[in-house]
């Protein structure tokens, strides 16, 4: 199994109801280690320019809206296929499809905010990762 490095993010409407915690504790639980983190308000353009890839949505506008109103936590997690096993731990997009145990079936409030953000792909967990964090930030 390979070990590799995926983004993620315990999103505003988490932090507003103090499930930082609890939420990471469900990362190192699963065997994820988180290698990196801090706590950030993003500003609008910030929100824009990191889901840039959904700028044509039509839910763009409502994203960095709730991106953009209270702080989030952005991570580094490591562990072996980081990427798939975060995706399995967060559960579907949409908390009504999500399964049992998972966290957004567990604290998520809708689509819009589904309390934590994880890259599907390697390619895209690298330009995640150096979109928030420098290297000497990142201590494996
Ligand atoms: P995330 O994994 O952060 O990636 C993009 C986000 O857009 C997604 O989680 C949802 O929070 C949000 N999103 C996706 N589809 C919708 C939708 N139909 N309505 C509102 N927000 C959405």
């Known amino acids: ?26 990362f190192e ?21 990191f889901y840039a890839v959904h700028k044509e949505r039509p839910f ?16 580094v997690l490591e ?11 967060m559960g579907a997009t949409n908390p009504k499809d999500a399964a049992e145990g998972t966290i957004r079936k567990l604290h998520a409030l809708s689509i819009g905010e589904n309390s934590v953000h994880g890259s599907d792909a390697p390619e895209t967990a690298k330009q995640e990762i150096s979109y928030w964090f420098s290297e000497t930030e990142i201590v494996g």
């Open 29 to 49: 639980e699963s065997g994820l280690r988180i290698i990196a983190s801090k706590r950030v308000w993003m500003s609008r353009r910030e929100a824009e320019g």
């Open 79 to 89: 562990g072996e296929n980081a990427i798939s096993r975060n995706r399995e731990i």
């Open 1 to 26: 199994m390979a070990i590799e490095r995926t983004f993620s993010m315990i999103k505003p409407d988490a932090t507003r109801r103090n499930l930082t915690g609890a939420i990471t504790k469900i």
């Open 60 to 75: 763009f506008g409502e994203l960095v809206e709730s991106m953009s109103a209270g702080p989030t936590i952005v991570q």
